[in-house]
């Protein structure tokens, strides 16, 4: 296992082992980007190797880290590994309160090929800085970069070195470093070896350089606003590693922040102090009595509904009428005029069943007068009259004469049948008189 700090711009390594098998001490210092890397080799040796060499290297191997006697690990330290066949790394910025306060992390290796496990302990031993904080600090966020990728040694060595070309301060230290997922960014496709995007934060001792300062530019600002690259003079410094969304730079100046002092309330007796260990409450507890809340919360409740179940019921079953109780309070003179009009009504309805109303004269059929036919009908005679639209033709023609007429040649004369039709019991040969231009 290796322990990497980041201080004044230089990598350096501190693994110390102490008496303790298996456990090892660290000295990051406070404000400055602490990383630790959990190799997998060096915990290949507490498991048993395959029965052939050189199979061993395949082993998926990954790791539980916790403060010990804690589900969890401190809110400034992170880890992650990707894949069980890559190393874990543990990483964050401890801060100026747990100097002096020795951090003991458990480690615990899980070997998926053999279920077995392996447990060190590491102990973070937090120093202080003369120069913690650092006033100016600036946050970068790198678009091409995954946090892991980004805590090796040599790709921070490599950024902290651009940062200072573009900065030029005396003492320039990484302070942390966040994952975009971290601060509510998206997984993104597995699309163009795509990158989910990290957070660096730096800190240095003299005022930002104007190359920073451009991103200000009300000309930038605006092209941020439209979802364009703003244009930075010392962007190709970084762009043959590093692409920075200069649109989403930081640049704090701690020295003109005004602190926010929040009166906290006082802890009740279930918050845990900062200092001290857990006091549960003793066992001997005061029984309680729960008729009271039991009458309050269900007893009332179904009381007034039950009463007012009683009352409905009582009104819809015991106080109807009827249709004997109404006519016996009835005056005998609106009951019989209430049945004269049923009967009337009644037999008005049987009425206009029975009706049979004749054809009007404009439903007649059509007489052709050249060729002296007359349309057959169109409706059979079991077609219900009462039903029929006026604008229909003669469905039933009973009665049928027989009209004579003139051959072109001489005075012979053929006979031509028509139907005879009768309009409220008088024939019409109206139409006869007309073929027969009399």
Same mark, same amino acid.
């Given at each position: 296992?290796?322990?990497?700090?980041?201080?004044?711009?230089?990598?350096?390594?501190?693994?110390?082992?102490?008496?303790?098998?298996?456990?090892?001490?660290?000295?990051?210092?406070?404000?400055?980007?602490?990383?630790?890397?959990?190799?997998?080799?060096?915990?290949?040796?507490?498991?048993?190797?395959?029965?052939?060499?050189?199979?061993?290297?395949?082993?998926?191997?990954?790791?539980?880290?916790?403060?010990?006697?804690?589900?969890?690990?401190?809110?400034?330290?992170?880890?992650?590994?990707?894949?069980?066949?890559?190393?874990?790394?543990?990483?964050?910025?401890?801060?100026?309160?747990?100097?002096?306060?020795?951090?003991?992390?458990?480690?615990?290796?899980?070997?998926?090929?053999?279920?077995?496990?392996?447990?060190?302990?590491?102990?973070?031993?937090?120093?202080?800085?003369?120069?913690?904080?650092?006033?100016?600090?600036?946050?970068?966020?790198?678009?091409?970069?995954?946090?892991?990728?980004?805590?090796?040694?040599?790709?921070?060595?490599?950024?902290?070195?651009?940062?200072?070309?573009?900065?030029?301060?005396?003492?320039?230290?990484?302070?942390?470093?966040?994952?975009?997922?971290?601060?509510?960014?998206?997984?993104?496709?597995?699309?163009?070896?795509?990158?989910?995007?990290?957070?660096?934060?730096?800190?240095?001792?003299?005022?930002?350089?104007?190359?920073?300062?451009?991103?200000? !530019?009300?000309?930038?600002?605006?092209?941020? #606003?439209? +979802?364009?690259? &703003?244009? $930075?003079?010392? @962007?190709?410094?970084?762009?043959?590693?590093?692409?920075?969304?200069?649109?989403?730079?930081?640049?704090?100046?701690?020295?003109?922040?005004?602190?926010?002092?929040?009166?906290?309330?006082?802890?009740?007796?279930?918050?845990?102090?900062?200092?001290?260990?857990?006091?549960?409450?003793?066992?001997?507890?005061?029984?309680?009595?729960?008729?009271?809340?039991?009458?309050?919360?269900?007893?009332?409740?179904?009381?007034?509904?039950?009463?007012?179940?009683?009352?409905?019921?009582?009104?819809?079953?015991?106080?109807?009428?009827?249709?004997?109780?109404?006519?016996?309070?009835?005056?005998?003179?609106?009951?019989?005029?209430?049945?004269?009009?049923?009967?009337?009504?009644?037999?008005?309805?049987?009425?206009?069943?029975?009706?049979?109303?004749?054809?009007?004269?404009? !439903?007649?059929?059509?007489?052709?007068?050249? #060729?002296? +036919?007359?349309? &057959?009908? $169109?409706?059979? @005679?079991?077609?219900?009259?009462?039903?029929?639209?006026?604008?229909?033709?003669?469905?039933?023609?009973?009665?049928?004469?027989?009209?004579?007429?003139?051959?072109?040649?001489?005075?012979?004369?053929?006979?031509?049948?028509?139907?005879?039709?009768?309009?409220?019991?008088?024939?019409?040969?109206?139409?006869?008189?007309?073929?027969?231009?009399?």
């Amino acid at each position: 296992m290796v322990s990497v700090g980041v201080f004044a711009g230089l990598i350096v390594v501190v693994t110390i082992l102490s008496k303790s098998h298996g456990d090892r001490n660290v000295y990051p210092s406070a404000g400055v980007l602490f990383v630790h890397v959990l190799e997998r080799e060096y915990f290949k040796g507490e498991f048993p190797p395959y029965p052939k060499a050189g199979d061993s290297s395949s082993d998926p191997i990954t790791f539980n880290t916790n403060l010990k006697g804690y589900p969890d690990r401190p809110g400034w330290l992170r880890y992650i590994q990707r894949t069980p066949h890559s190393d874990g790394v543990l990483y964050g910025s401890p801060t100026a309160a747990h100097i002096g306060k020795p951090t003991i992390i458990e480690i615990t290796a899980y070997n998926k090929r053999t279920f077995e496990t392996a447990r060190h302990n590491l102990v973070i031993n937090i120093m202080s800085t003369e120069e913690f904080p650092l006033p100016y600090q600036a946050e970068f966020f790198i678009k091409n970069m995954n946090v892991e990728e980004m805590l090796a040694s040599e790709v921070l060595g490599d950024f902290l070195g651009a940062v200072k070309n573009v900065w030029q301060p005396e003492r320039l230290n990484a302070i942390n470093i966040t994952s975009a997922l971290d601060r509510g960014g998206r997984v993104p496709l597995p699309i163009n070896d795509l990158k989910e995007g990290v957070y660096v934060m730096v800190g240095a001792d003299v005022q930002f350089s104007s190359c920073l300062r451009e991103v200000e !530019t009300p000309q930038n600002q605006l092209r941020c #606003s439209q +979802e364009m690259e &703003p244009v $930075i003079s010392c @962007d190709k410094k970084f762009r043959a590693q590093f692409h920075i969304d200069w649109c989403k730079i930081s640049l704090v100046d701690i020295t003109k922040v005004v602190p926010v002092h929040s009166n906290r309330p006082d802890p009740g007796t279930g918050v845990l102090p900062d200092i001290g260990e857990y006091n549960p409450p003793s066992e001997s507890l005061k029984s309680r009595d729960y008729f009271a809340d039991f009458l309050i919360t269900l007893a009332v409740p179904s009381a007034v509904a039950l009463v007012l179940f009683i009352i409905l019921a009582y009104s819809m079953c015991c106080r109807r009428e009827g249709v004997e109780k109404r006519n016996m309070q009835t005056p005998d003179i609106q009951l019989v005029h209430h049945s004269s009009i049923q009967k009337s009504t009644k037999e008005l309805r049987s009425m206009s069943k029975n009706r049979e109303i004749s054809w009007p004269l404009s !439903t007649l059929p059509v007489f052709h007068p050249v #060729s002296g +036919e007359v349309v &057959p009908p $169109i409706h059979p @005679d079991s077609y219900e009259t009462t039903s029929m639209p006026l604008m229909q033709t003669q469905t039933n023609l009973q009665n049928q004469i027989q009209i004579p007429q003139q051959q072109s040649s001489g005075d012979n004369y053929c006979m031509t049948t028509f139907r005879r039709l009768e309009v409220n019991g008088i024939p019409e040969e109206r139409k006869v008189a007309e073929a027969l231009n009399l």
